[in-house]
């Protein structure tokens, strides 16, 4: 069996980003195969191709550095941006999308927040963009100050 992941392009047209396939055998009980065990495995070729991609990427990220385990106090905040350092890298996104993301946002910014961008490299910025959308999405009550902390 496979399962496919389109993504909308720069260029208007969707675009495959993903596939999986599973080597499992006919006849199981589907549902619980994916409910439970999880039926989709990626491919090598896509694994490959994930694992070049982290590794162009990798002199971007301060805080996660391909650990199992984070390895900072959950009270830490370097706890968060390793996280979301891990999410960015595992969650295979594209580093040009977030970069355009951070520039954009930088047009509307306070200049004090532009002056703390600076300090980074767009793609660094982007990163870190990420992070807050992430956090703002997933803890939406919590106080986002820390992420000028990075």
Known sequence: MKKFRFEK????????????TTEKEAGRNLLCEVLVEGYFQPS??????HY????NYQHLFKYYH????????DDDDRSKFWHGEKMFAEG???????????REILKEASAEARNKALRYSPE?????????TLYAKWCPGENLNWIFEY
Not at 9 to 20: C, I, R
Not at 44 to 49: E, F, P, R, S, Y
Request: charged share 20%; proline share 4%; aromatic share 14%.
């Open 124 to 132: 660094q910025f982007g990163i870190i963009v990420y992070i807050e």
């Open 66 to 73: 391909f650990e199992e385990e984070n390895p900072y106090p």
């Open 9 to 20: 392009q720069n260029d208007g047209l969707f675009h495959l980003t993903e596939h999986y």
């Open 44 to 49: 090598l070729i896509d694994v490959g191709m």
């Open 52 to 55: 070049q991609n982290i590794m």
């Open 92 to 102: 295979r996104l594209s580093i040009k999308e977030w970069t355009e993301t951070g």
